[in-house]
């Protein structure tokens, strides 16, 4: 499988329409980072979800998949389901965001991506942070959305399973749903996992990006 490292790595922005969405999409990868480099900040934008139990559990959720990081969280109260009709808030949001960091690598959701919060979000993200690494990273749902993906992230077996336990503690509100459950995250991990040669992976998608292979 063809690799590609990063040179540095100090600081990372990590978006999401909603509480859950980076730990599902991008948590396994998350753990992988924070494990890594010890010290990474991480800048985390939600836009929805403050002020209740939803923001509650994304803190705890995000302290426990940002191990030893700089961990810092805004979580906006713009409604669920509605991004279409708040978009300036949720640009201004975006741009402030950009104002005050300068990441190395940008976890957003994927561009065609079935939600409309999540596609939204990855479209103001793309406008904001044009100059900077982005993944768009996939979670599962009722709409059928996935397909092939360009990019991955390998997740040792304990990695993976952590990712599931921290779900499963971390966001109770969300054990109702019928696509929430262990069966689901562990098989799309494995899916992508034979797709480049390991046991479990997330994936991504990028739009474009720079190689820098030697004079």
């Known amino acids: 499988m063809i690799r590609l490292g990063a040179e540095r790595l100090d600081r990372i922005v ?18 992988t980072l924070c494990l890594a480099h010890p010290g990474l900040r991480v800048d985390a934008l939600v836009l929805s979800g403050g002020g209740g139990e939803r923001e509650q559990e ?8 940002c191990p030893g990081a700089e961990l810092g969280l805004t979580v906006l109260k ?22 005050r960091s300068d990441p190395d690598l940008v976890l957003a959701p994927r561009t065609d991506d079935a939600h409309q919060d999540h596609r939204g979000l990855a479209k103001l993200m793309s406008t904001a942070f044009r100059d ?17 993906m360009a990019v991955y992230q390998p997740l040792s077996p304990e990695t993976a399973e952590r990712k599931v336990r921290l779900l499963q503690e971390h966001y109770p509100s969300q ?27 997330e994936s991504f998608a990028v739009t474009k990006l720079t190689l820098n292979l030697g004079d």
């Open 14 to 31: 990590a978006v999401g329409a909603h509480c859950d969405d980076i730990a599902i999409g991008a948590g396994g990868t998350l753990l």
């Open 58 to 65: 994304e803190r705890a959720a995000l302290a426990a998949f």
């Open 78 to 99: 713009l409604s669920d389901g509605r991004l279409p009709a708040q978009w300036e808030e949720a640009k201004s949001a975006v741009e402030e965001l950009r104002e």
């Open 132 to 148: 900077h690494l982005m993944l768009g990273y996939e979670i599962v749902k009722w709409d059928g959305d996935l397909g092939r």
């Open 175 to 201: 054990r109702h749903r019928p696509w929430y459950d262990r069966e689901a995250f562990l098989g799309l991990a494995r899916i992508r996992g034979i797709e480049c040669h390991a046991r479990y992976a």
